[in-house]
Nanobody, 123 residues
């Protein structure tokens, strides 16, 4: 079992920045791929970014490329999502998720999910 807890959400003006954290406990986190997703009311959960177990490979959805950066510190069992140049359309509940995977995972079939953290971007 892996338990995930997101933090770092909040209210920010358009153009501002936030850094989300996803802290893991349980099994050895370094063996797990991690993804960030977001969801707004009435819409499906949307993929945002993913990172391989080593941190050496990352992948982003087009709408956040160049603005968001996913990274991880396996010594701290934490994955981060640095969000810059935020836009009102980035407003959502952000979730991190993980699964045991040796490479960069492009799917949505994650085994463990956090409870989410709200990000609100005002115009």
């Amino acid at each position: 079992q892996v338990q995930l807890v997101e933090s770092g959400g909040g209210l920010v003006q358009a153009g501002g920045s936030l850094r989300l954290s996803c802290a893991a406990s349980g099994r050895t986190f370094s063996s797990y791929a991690v993804g960030w997703f977001r969801q707004t009311p009435g819409k499906e959960r949307e993929f945002v970014a993913t990172i391989s177990w080593s941190g050496g490979n990352t992948y982003y959805t087009d709408s956040v490329k160049g603005r968001f950066t996913i990274s991880r510190d396996n010594a701290k069992n934490t994955v981060y999502l640095q969000m810059n140049s935020l836009k009102p359309e980035d407003t959502a509940v952000y979730y991190c998720a993980s699964r045991y995977y040796s490479g960069l995972y492009y799917g949505r079939d994650y085994h463990y999910w956090g409870q989410g953290t709200q990000v609100t971007v005002s115009s």
